[in-house]
């Protein structure tokens, strides 16, 4: 059984995609590419697709994960570009590889967020991430189906910065550009989350609600304040594998033979 993991996109109008539907997206794409998945056992067999730490609805990804198993090997790259054709625009494969080592959901402990503020002062957006890097605990409130849940944003969040979209922007057309790097932890600390955190701490409040995308997800590095390739083990794994049998024996076959 081969197993390939993939990194695919949410972008434009499909960020307003829920987990489900692209789940039920993904498994036609899978069944128009003639991909020759594994199926789990029982009365209601379904394909063997592992998705990791999806990205909340409404908010735009350039990295989303999953793994799927399948019954034939089949080139990581080629089969990309099927299920990238059979996939709606904005939902987009962009990465393949086999994976060859163990535990991806295990490297997904990190993000990176960009949040686009329209309407909101780049020097304004500054101050607020400022007094909210300052403060020792940034509590919030979130509804979940047990009631309300006060939970501490701060700890969790590595770095937060603000910059401007473009110097030469009207001031009436101001837009400030909040970059966030957060780690997983329990309970998860959303953008959403955070921006709550600034409007507790600094009375930020955007007019319009924040264009939310992820850029990055994985392991972070303490030492370079990074969040590195999930997929980079496997691709060097792959590297540093000997030849497959079959290419081997191209490799030893006399010249000219069939």
Not at 38 to 59: D, E, L, R
Request: aromatic share 4%; proline share 7%; net charge negative.
């Amino acid at each position: 059984m081969q197993r390939i993991r993939l990194r695919y996109t949410k972008r434009g109008r499909l960020r307003f995609t829920s987990h489900r539907d692209f789940q039920r997206a993904f498994e036609r794409a899978l069944r128009r590419a003639e991909v020759p998945m594994a199926y789990s056992a029982g009365f209601t067999p379904h394909p063997k697709v592992s998705y990791a730490n999806a990205a909340p609805t409404g908010t735009g990804s350039e990295a989303e994960y999953l793994e799927i198993a399948l019954t034939a090997s089949r080139d990581p790259e080629q089969l990309r570009e099927l299920l990238d054709e059979s996939l709606p625009a904005g939902l987009d494969i962009t990465d393949a590889v086999e994976a060859r080592t163990s535990g991806l959901a295990d490297r997904l402990t990190a993000s990176v967020w960009e949040l686009r503020l329209d309407g909101v002062d780049p020097a304004e957006a500054a101050r607020a991430a400022a007094a909210y890097l300052a403060a020792e605990t940034v509590e919030v409130q979130r509804r979940t189906k047990n009631g309300i849940r006060t939970f501490d944003t701060r700890a969790a969040v590595v770095s937060l910065e603000a910059s401007d979209v473009a110097a030469d922007r009207p001031a009436d057309n101001a837009c400030a550009i909040l970059r966030l790097v957060v780690r997983h932890v329990t309970p998860a600390v959303r953008p959403d989350d955070v921006l709550s955190g600034l409007r507790a701490v600094a009375d930020l409040a955007p007019p319009v609600p924040a264009a939310v995308t992820r850029l990055a997800q994985g392991l972070f590095d303490e030492e370079s304040g990074t969040v590195t390739d999930p997929l980079a083990p496997d691709r060097e794994a792959v590297t540093a594998a000997p030849p497959t049998a079959a290419v081997a024996a191209d490799a030893k076959a006399p010249e000219g033979s069939a």
